[in-house]
């Protein structure tokens, strides 16, 4: 897939307020700091689309990016960062949790993983969430430009084993990324495509 228009449509905290279109949607989400705004545009081959801030939780709101005119990229605000207040969290776990229980558009989720560390118990309880409800996602791991291929290789075996002994039979599938170098970019776009396309033929 070529990315030809990448264009911010809004962003809010309600999720009735999103585009009333009925185009599919990808959601991105992650730790706070795992480098979803930098991965962001570099799918989209964007410098700017995305806002990076040295600063973790800058992304507060559900952001709706329209791509090709003919799906929606939706940035997610990042979860289990600390120096957020207890009120903001409250506030951001309401309606991310909304967003996913009630977004029909909503076609597979992106659950970003930083690459460099084993399984953390709050990623792993929200896929166990997504899980639950039903809700279909891949698991993108970032900053593989910054651990070497053996490490990489033993964290995702760790994340495998972790996760089938819970309430997975088989792990996700995943993909390797990495915002410096583009590696993973044609992978997770092809596999957009491919939903997309099928979707179309199903219409």
Same mark, same amino acid.
């Given at each position: 897939?070529?990315?030809?228009?990448? =264009?911010?449509?809004?962003?809010?905290?309600?999720?009735?307020?999103?585009?009333?279109?009925?185009?599919?949607? %990808?959601?991105?989400?992650?730790?706070? *700091?795992?480098?979803?705004?930098?991965?962001?545009? /570099?799918?989209?081959?964007?410098?700017?689309?995305?806002?990076?801030?040295?600063?973790?939780?800058?992304?507060?709101?559900?952001?709706?990016?329209? @791509?090709?005119?003919?799906?929606?990229?939706?940035?997610?605000?990042?979860?289990? %960062?600390?120096?957020?207040?207890?009120?903001?969290? &409250?506030?951001?776990?309401?309606?991310?949790?909304? %967003?996913?229980?009630?977004?029909? &558009?909503? $076609?597979?989720?992106?659950?970003?993983?930083?690459?460099?560390?084993?399984?953390?118990?709050? =990623?792993?309880?929200? /896929?166990?969430?997504?899980?639950? *409800?039903?809700?279909?996602?891949?698991?993108?791991?970032?900053?593989?430009?910054?651990?070497?291929?053996?490490?990489?290789?033993?964290? @995702?075996?760790?994340?495998?084993?972790?996760?089938?002994?819970?309430?997975?039979?088989?792990?996700?599938?995943?993909?390797?990324?990495?915002?410096?170098?583009?590696?993973?970019?044609?992978? @997770?776009? +092809?596999?957009? =495509?491919? $939903?997309?396309?099928?979707? +179309?033929?199903?219409?």
């Amino acid at each position: 897939m070529k990315i030809k228009t990448a =264009d911010f449509v809004i962003s809010n905290s309600d999720v009735s307020k999103c585009p009333k279109e009925q185009l599919p949607e %990808y959601a991105f989400i992650g730790r706070s *700091n795992v480098g979803k705004s930098s991965l962001i545009n /570099m799918l989209t081959d964007r410098n700017k689309l995305a806002k990076i801030s040295g600063r973790p939780g800058k992304t507060q709101l559900i952001n709706h990016f329209k @791509i090709n005119n003919n799906w929606f990229l939706v940035d997610l605000p990042g979860y289990g %960062y600390a120096k957020v207040s207890k009120t903001i969290k &409250q506030t951001f776990q309401s309606f991310i949790k909304n %967003y996913f229980l009630n977004r029909e &558009q909503l $076609i597979c989720t992106f659950v970003l993983i930083d690459s460099r560390h084993e399984p953390q118990k709050i =990623d792993l309880e929200f /896929m166990e969430f997504l899980g639950e *409800n039903g809700i279909p996602f891949c698991i993108i791991f970032t900053k593989v430009d910054k651990i070497k291929l053996s490490e990489l290789n033993r964290n @995702i075996q760790i994340y495998s084993k972790t996760m089938t002994q819970t309430i997975w039979e088989t792990m996700p599938q995943h993909f390797v990324s990495s915002a410096s170098n583009a590696t993973g970019r044609d992978e @997770i776009l +092809e596999f957009i =495509d491919g $939903i997309n396309k099928g979707l +179309e033929d199903n219409s």
